[in-house]
């Protein structure tokens, strides 16, 4: 199951699916853009998404298992934020699919992107 921890090393993302693909789930080939996040502490959290280098949050979902459906392709950062804090605790970042794409006759690999150190 491809994976990606945070840039913190206090949070991890799980992907359901071999690739994220942008678009309204569900995708041409049927799955869904499934993510499991966790965070090291358990605590209950929120998931903001953006393209990488933007300012304004895109995608929001609540931590634990989501379906993450980014409207754009390109490498998205997702910041896990505590319901408790304003603070983001943890960027994750993935690359996400043309839509229409079919992420089992995409090439490449299935680790997503890897947050910049």
Do not use: Y
Not at 63 to 74: E, F, N, Q, R, T
């Amino acid at each position: 199951m491809p994976w990606a921890p945070s840039t913190s090393s206090n949070a991890l993302a799980f992907l359901f699916a071999r690739h994220l693909v942008a678009g309204a789930s569900p995708r041409v080939d049927g799955s869904t853009n499934k993510v499991l996040w966790l965070l090291r502490d358990g605590a209950a959290f929120v998931v903001e998404g953006r393209p990488l280098g933007t300012s304004k949050p895109v995608v929001s979902v609540d931590g634990g298992p989501s379906i993450v459906d980014a409207p754009l392709p390109g490498c998205w950062s997702f910041q896990l934020i505590p319901r408790a804090s304003a603070k983001a605790v943890g960027t994750i970042n993935l690359d996400v699919l043309p839509a229409g794409s079919d992420p089992t006759k995409t090439g490449g690999s299935s680790v997503p992107a890897r947050s910049p150190a």
